[in-house]
């Protein structure tokens, strides 16, 4: 198809950077993590094929909100004109590569529908295989298909997504009804053309940290498609002390489950214990859980691979969750917590949760008419309060309606049992016990019935730092009613019951309130916030999380940025504008005018779970009190778990010193020395011109053996040594490391070394023909081409080598085949 590029930039390298998103409509394309060579229009059949999702947001100065700033011109505009397009019979087709600033795309088509009845198109990073394996990149897009005939009919939508280098696509399975496109009179093609409009802009480069557990103390979570939801909730969940340290100190084994069996391989497999019986899913749920808390508490990786978590969370059905679905978090959160109380009724701690998250609703009727005054009430157990947030100033302002309730009068009057009569009544409900752990849910989902369809609550709505919960609770409800009816008995004007919880919402930023207003018992303070950014059809969950408990070194807790793999410090003045919602300025780049302009936009992010803690004031200041230098910050565990956690990290620390770049470095110039020193040229182990660092150490590293063996001169043994040395590196170090820029120069050192030396070719051949897995790793199973190629080089190179010094006892092996022959042997 033809393609129009309007770009300010074309570069003439393509970039290296990508991480995942998750969403419901928005998807990555089902299939493995190869990225396929770009189709031309043609009649060749193909496989489907593309990868998965993952994400993050933030904010920068005062016009985007995510991460560094970006370069000015990582936008770009991409018109696909896609010919023939009723003809097309491929499953899939590429457009061909355009850039926002550095960072080069593709889009992919499915004509016919990837297994639905709409055409299918995604936003494909051009350039995936050819980036480092941590690359990732945010990316704010937008794919129109155009309407020749009606323009209000052209076919819209938009996504947020953080791309990889191996996850490296993400779009819409259903864009355009297949019906439509196809229709005569539908206007979507017009002489046999289909245009789809791509405007995709770079919002967030993350920090390229390798190892986030150094940096902050804190381990991720690997998102597994659209597990995003699942991830930003267990770390909110795993940072409250109580109920992590409960979580780990319980010994499953004796209630029928542990932890599953098995040594963890990749990251993802479950920890060694006796495991649960596979028919016990919630006692599953629960020991996967723990094993996760252990992980995040003492794993020296980056993250932590949530596979085996997923496996053992069902659905209604009995099947494990669909990682590539994404689901609601408030949702997971009552079904995971309905999981895990039927587990640990089976262990010790069987209310748990209720002593740590759980609080009870009071659902009150209250005579108002008739003399009557009689209160029926009903609790409600809850985990997290429903707050709306629709035309809400703050959270303060949705708790007030939470607890206004209504009269019921005229018609719909209460019958009241005591007094056997029907009388106006206020029926409402409020907190009758609050929890240790308060958890603030915020209604930013609606439905329209305008439109009819799901839609996000994007307003502003502001999130107090503390809470004074007492107006809201049945106690203090009652307290105020009395005051109220006090004040209309002696003509005193007052606005009614709720004047102090209006008060409260009217202050912008509420301050902690002084003991005499706050009672003890009812302040709590803001420990994390769990944010949705997208749209009602597509998003991705991040967390932002105070520690409570600093790390030594630190004097104060502070608050991170969660955001699957990747944890950040975050700075707690950022809240406002990173989780209360609203509108935002946003420049962009404007095709027309061709130049950058700002206008203003509702921000896709704001908070939309709450998590408070009660202020007990010495409880608080303990666990905010920096640990000492020597203290434990690991609670005890289960001994198998944490067994399988330091083989873990044992072989974690194992790879990170053989495979870092100051060792390869090292072994380079170690071998090249070796095989380059010759006892000829100056004096021994006197660097010549240009000579490195490694060129001024001793020459005579000829072993003992090798000097007994007679093996030649100390230059030609150093040759060898040197040989066999850097040939055992580089096929099994280098050829396993992400890193492979050293590859070419050390094919070169080699095949020269090899050039000089009959005797390392002999070595050479006969470890080829005896470790058998060298050939079958390097030339059949090795998946980079600049791998096996140098390696078939370098085979080649050695047979050649060795081929003049053996060429004399071809013909003796000849005749001896010959008369055996002869022989009938």
Not at 367 to 377: A, M, N
Not at 726 to 740: I, M, S
């Amino acid at each position: 198809g033809d393609a129009i590029l309007l770009s300010r930039s074309r570069p003439a390298t393509l970039s290296s950077s990508t991480s995942r998103a998750c969403t419901s409509m928005a998807v990555g394309v089902d299939g493995n993590d190869a990225m396929d060579a770009p189709l031309p229009m043609g009649d060749e059949k193909t496989l489907v094929q593309g990868p998965e999702p993952e994400a993050g947001l933030g904010t920068v100065g005062e016009t985007k909100v995510v991460g560094p700033l970006p370069p000015e011109n990582d936008k770009g505009f991409f018109v696909w004109k896609v010919d023939n397009f009723l003809r097309i019979r491929q499953l899939k087709i590429y457009s061909s590569v355009f850039y926002s600033g550095p960072h080069a795309w593709r889009l992919l088509m499915f004509p016919s529908g990837n297994n639905c009845s709409y055409v299918s198109v995604y936003l494909d990073v051009a350039d995936g295989p050819q980036l480092p394996q941590h690359w990732q990149r945010q990316a704010q897009f937008s794919l129109k298909v155009l309407n020749h005939l009606d323009e209000s009919r052209s076919l819209s939508k938009e996504a947020t997504h953080v791309f990889q280098a191996r996850a490296n696509d993400w779009g819409f399975r259903e864009f355009l009804p297949l019906a439509d496109a196809r229709a005569p009179n539908s206007g979507y093609v017009l002489n046999g053309a289909l245009i789809i409009q791509c405007n995709v802009e770079v919002t967030w480069q993350p920090a390229q940290h390798e190892d986030s557990k150094k940096e902050t103390g804190f381990v991720g979570l690997k998102n597994q498609g659209a597990t995003c939801y699942m991830n930003s909730l267990i770390q909110q969940l795993r940072i409250v002390p109580s109920f992590h340290d409960a979580m780990l100190a319980l010994r499953l084994d004796g209630a029928g489950a542990g932890a599953p069996s098995g040594d963890r391989s990749h990251g993802g497999a479950a920890a060694a214990a006796d495991g649960p019986s596979q028919d016990d899913e919630s006692m599953n749920v629960l020991a996967q859980l723990q094993t996760t808390f252990c992980y995040l508490e003492a794993s020296e990786k980056r993250f932590f691979d949530t596979a085996d978590l997923c496996a053992a969370y069902k659905d209604y059905d009995g099947q494990p969750v669909n990682t590539s679905l994404q689901m609601d978090v408030d949702e997971f959160l009552t079904i995971l917590f309905d999981k895990l109380e039927t587990a640990l009724k089976r262990t010790p701690q069987k209310t748990l949760l209720k002593e740590v998250f759980g609080g009870e609703h009071a659902h009150q009727v209250i005579g108002k008419s008739g003399g009557c005054t009689h209160t029926s009430e009903r609790t409600e157990s809850f985990f997290a309060l429903q707050v709306d947030v629709k035309g809400k100033r703050s959270v303060l302002e949705g708790l007030s309606a939470y607890v206004e309730g209504e009269m019921l009068e005229g018609d719909n009057k209460y019958w009241c049992e005591e007094c056997g009569k029907h009388v106006d009544a206020l029926k409402r409900c409020c907190v009758g016990r609050l929890p240790t752990n308060l958890i603030v849910h915020l209604k930013r989902f609606d439905f329209d019935y305008d439109l009819m369809k799901k839609i996000k609550v994007n307003d502003h709505c502001e999130v107090p730092m503390t809470i004074d919960m007492w107006p809201f609770t049945k106690e203090g409800r009652a307290e105020l009613d009395a005051a109220a009816q006090d004040a209309a008995q002696g003509d005193v004007d007052m606005d009614g019951a709720d004047s102090v919880a209006a008060d409260q919402s009217r202050a912008p930023s509420p301050k902690p309130a002084p003991s005499a207003a706050c009672p003890p018992g009812y302040g709590y303070e803001l420990k994390g916030v769990l944010v949705h950014t997208g749209t009602a059809d597509s998003g991705h969950y991040y967390s932002y999380i105070k520690e409570r408990r600093p790390l030594p070194g630190r004097q104060r807790p502070r608050w991170f940025h969660f955001n699957d793999t990747m944890v950040e410090a975050f700075d707690e003045r950022e809240l406002p504008r990173c989780t209360f919602g609203g509108m935002e300025p946003i420049t962009h780049w404007d095709p027309v005018q061709n130049k950058h302009v700002q206008r203003w936009q509702q921000k896709s992010f704001s908070a939309y779970m709450l998590f408070y803690e009660r202020i007990d004031d010495e409880r608080t200041a303990a666990a905010a009190a920096p640990l000492a230098p020597t203290a434990s910050v690991v609670p005890p565990m289960p001994e198998s778990i944490h067994e399988s956690v330091w083989r873990e990290n044992t072989q974690f620390f194992h790879d990170r010193h053989t495979f870092d770049e100051t060792y390869f470095v090292f072994t380079y110039d170690l071998c090249r020395h070796m095989i380059e020193w010759r006892t000829g040229s100056g004096a021994a182990g006197t660097p010549g011109a240009g000579a490195t660092a490694m060129d001024a150490c001793p020459t005579d590293v000829v072993t003992e053996e090798a000097t007994a063996g007679g093996g030649g001169d100390a230059a030609e043994e150093s040759l060898h040594l040197g040989l066999v040395l850097g040939t055992t590196f580089f096929v099994e170090t280098l050829a396993h490391a992400k890193d492979k820029r050293m590859v070419p120069q050390w094919a070169d050192l080699l095949q020269r070394g090899y050039a000089r030396s009959a005797r390392s070719c002999t070595w050479f051949m006969r470890q080829v023909a005896h470790e058998r897995t060298w050939l079958r790793q390097l030339l059949l199973s090795c998946t980079i081409p600049e791998m096996r190629s140098h390696f078939a080089a370098l085979v080649i190179h050695v047979v050649r080598a060795l081929r003049p010094h053996e060429l004399a006892s071809y013909p003796r092996v000849a005749g001896a085949r010959a008369a055996g022959a002869a022989a009938g042997t």
